[in-house]
């Protein structure tokens, strides 16, 4: 610590300086900068600059080097006779991509809460070495997607775990990554294990801030445990959950990462959600189009947006009970 | 043991099992094996040799087939236990294999073939670890380089990470000033602000600055977190400011408050911060993928990825990185977890 300590001595001096001329709140204006710079430049102007990179065509991605075209984008991005059928629509990938990950949100996200629910329920029993137990629930959570989507993809594979499994039961091998259905349901069994945890443990929080009284009292009046459950578990864990629902959401309508790993968006486009739309259409793609992916990744904005809005909401109005 | 089995199987009011007893028991021991089975897996195959990894069905460890070089043979020969035709078993080397008849030789008299039924035979398998999976892509490819990018990233991330998101929340919770619920409106909003949003902006900001295909480039746009600044700041206004009043009396300077008062009494918090930003900067992969191309440049996530489409054939190799991969978020998991779980538990932010 003795050369940091020196590092920051020096710094001292030209700062006491800066203090002097402009002041204590001046220096406020000096601890906020750094941070609020580094924001400015990589978060705020990027956002706004989207709008307008949204509004322009060519495949340049320097603004001064594109035309602007209006809402050219977005009236091709909702070019489309049926919205149900991506096939009808200009921007087939699109319409695809939107579709996989309705679906996809739907699923895993309902399924996420069951299973987060059931498994925070369990850890909240009195249980020998809870923590332990915690902690495998846990585990995944912290794993890089890259290696979750590496894993799963070996234990999906011809000669994998899974099929290894199976011929135990005298079933045959199955390639489950070429087959749309099953790499679909994979992707979102493999977000369920990677994720769960996480969603358990913010929903063990909230049974913990439960008081126990109340089940001492339910107790007392020997109230069936189901009754305990819909009675006094479920309303008073109702705010928690529905912020742990919006958390879900949002995470899940990006999903991206390890399901890129795992499938690359395919077979064909049956894996292929928003984000991985998005980064391919602005850089992967030999035809890019980055303004046409501004444009989407404004429309998924949005639709995040307003699911921080709930969230927030939410929160207000648990803080303001608490209160009265 | 007895009492070790009855508090571990402990039941509600200790009377019969309950159907919710038996529940609680499948989902645990059913959450272990799914929630650790693949990882262990992992490892484990990542110890096989490719041809054992190509064997189907697999074993669960690493396991090899003898061989023995036997005179007047030039390749190393396959060993077997054969059972011979008077009940006796025999090791023997596998020349050639015709229909269901093996051609087999003692390695010890070499001259006299041996015929055996396929079906008399298995194989001599031994276990053995394929450290040379581990070793060769350090050496053959560039997965050193990229473990040094991916902890230089790491490293730096978390450095300004900590410095810059914690002299913002020492602003925001100890000074009054014009302009400080704006902040934080900011702040807040770029919570709603994720990379999947703004990547295509962003991306021509980087270029812009130069900063394409440099690790700056990877680490600049992650470092002011909005959840760092708000864990810090909630810290931070449990600080009394009678301490900060004080240290002024005896002319202190701000940023000597800031360093000498401030930070060690939101070490707790600090800690925190940096546990989370070390798992979330080393496992970043789709800024990184963007930013960086060239090769010599990307970080293990990146490499892996890109390797594990190329390399197609090469699991071994595969499996061998992506648990060296694995190894540091296993060591914060052990050592830090409850830090990590209590972080959660409190702020509900990832």
Not at chain 1, 83 to 111: H, I, K
Not at chain 1, 163 to 173: R, T
Not at chain 1, 300 to 309: E, F, N, Q, S
């Amino acid at each position: 610590m003795a050369p940091v300590n020196a590092v920051m001595r020096i710094i001292d001096v030209p700062l006491r300086r800066l203090q002097k001329a402009t002041g204590i709140g001046g220096m406020a204006t000096f601890f906020l900068a750094p941070n609020m710079l580094i924001f400015g430049i990589f978060v705020l102007l990027p956002l706004v600059i989207n709008f307008v990179y949204s509004m322009t065509g060519g495949t340049a991605f320097f603004l001064s080097e594109r035309d602007f075209i209006g809402g050219e984008q977005y009236s091709r991005l909702f070019q489309c006779q049926n919205y149900l059928d991506p096939m009808s629509c200009q921007e087939d990938a699109f319409w695809t991509a939107v579709g996989n990950t309705f679906w996809f949100v739907v699923l895993q996200v309902s399924l996420m809460i069951l299973t987060a629910l059931i498994t925070a329920l369990i850890l909240n029993r009195e249980l020998a070495a809870r923590s332990f137990w915690r902690a495998v629930f846990f585990f995944p959570v912290l794993l890089s997607p890259v290696v979750v989507g590496l894993i799963w993809k070996w234990i999906l594979q011809r000669q994998g775990l899974l099929n290894f499994g199976l011929y135990q039961f005298g079933m045959d091998p199955y390639t489950w990554l070429t087959d749309r259905n099953w790499t679909f349901a994979a992707t979102i069994g493999v977000s369920l294990w990677a994720h769960m945890g996480f969603y358990a443990l913010i929903i063990l929080a909230g049974l913990q801030a439960i008081p126990k009284d109340l089940y001492e009292a339910a107790e007392m009046d020997g109230t069936k445990p189901a009754r305990v459950f819909w009675r006094i578990t479920l309303p008073l864990l109702a705010p928690n959950l529905l912020v742990v629902v919006v958390l879900a959401l949002i995470k899940s309508v990006q999903v991206f990462d390890e399901i890129y790993v795992l499938t690359g968006g395919g077979p064909g486009t049956s894996t292929l959600f928003l984000t991985q739309y998005i980064y391919e259409t602005g850089f992967a793609s030999a035809l890019r189009n980055p303004g046409l992916a501004a444009a989407a990744s404004i429309l998924m904005g949005g639709v995040l947006v307003v699911l921080t809005l709930i969230q927030l909401g939410i929160g207000k109005r648990g803080e303001n009970k608490g209160k009265r | 043991m007895g009492k070790v089995a009855r508090f571990i199987l402990r039941r509600k009011g200790g009377k019969g099992w309950h159907w919710t007893d038996i529940f609680t028991w499948v989902w645990l021991v059913g959450g272990l094996i799914i929630m650790f089975g693949p990882a262990v897996w992992l490892v484990f195959s990542s110890l096989k040799t490719p041809a054992a990894l190509a064997e189907f069905p697999p074993s669960i460890l690493p396991y090899v087939t003898s061989q023995a070089t036997v005179e007047g043979y030039d390749k190393p020969l396959m060993l077997y236990d054969a059972k011979m035709p008077d009940g006796s078993t025999r090791v023997l080397a596998e020349v050639r294999r015709i229909g269901l008849v093996a051609q087999m030789v003692d390695p010890k008299a070499p001259a006299e073939i041996v015929k055996v039924n396929i079906n008399d035979r298995t194989p001599v398998r031994t276990m053995s670890f394929a450290t040379e999976n581990y070793t060769e892509p350090f050496v053959h490819f560039d997965f050193l380089r990229y473990l040094w990018n991916s902890v230089f990233v790491t490293v730096v991330a978390t450095v300004i990470t900590l410095v810059v998101n914690s002299m913002a929340a020492f602003a925001l919770s100890k000074y009054e000033f014009k302009g400080r619920s704006l902040a934080m409106l900011v702040i807040l909003a770029t919570l709603m602000v994720p990379l999947s949003v703004i990547m295509v902006p962003l991306y021509s900001i980087i270029s812009t600055l130069g900063l394409f295909n440099s690790l700056w480039g990877v680490i600049l746009p992650t470092v002011a977190t909005p959840t760092g600044v708000f864990i810090l700041r909630q810290y931070m206004l449990t600080i009394p400011d009678e301490l900060i009043d004080a240290a002024r009396m005896d002319k202190a300077s701000e940023w000597q408050i800031y360093w000498r008062i401030v930070l060690p009494l939101t070490a707790p918090a600090l800690a925190v911060l940096a546990i989370f930003s070390v798992v979330w900067r080393w496992n970043d992969f789709l800024w990184p993928l963007i930013v960086l191309s060239r090769r010599e440049l990307y970080t293990l996530q990146v490499g892996l990825s890109i390797y594990s489409g190329e390399l197609n054939v090469q699991w071994h190799f595969i499996l061998a990185m992506t648990v060296v991969t694995m190894i540091p978020v296993v060591l914060v998991f052990i050592f830090l977890q409850r830090f990590i779980t209590t972080g959660i538990a409190g702020t509900g932010l990832k």
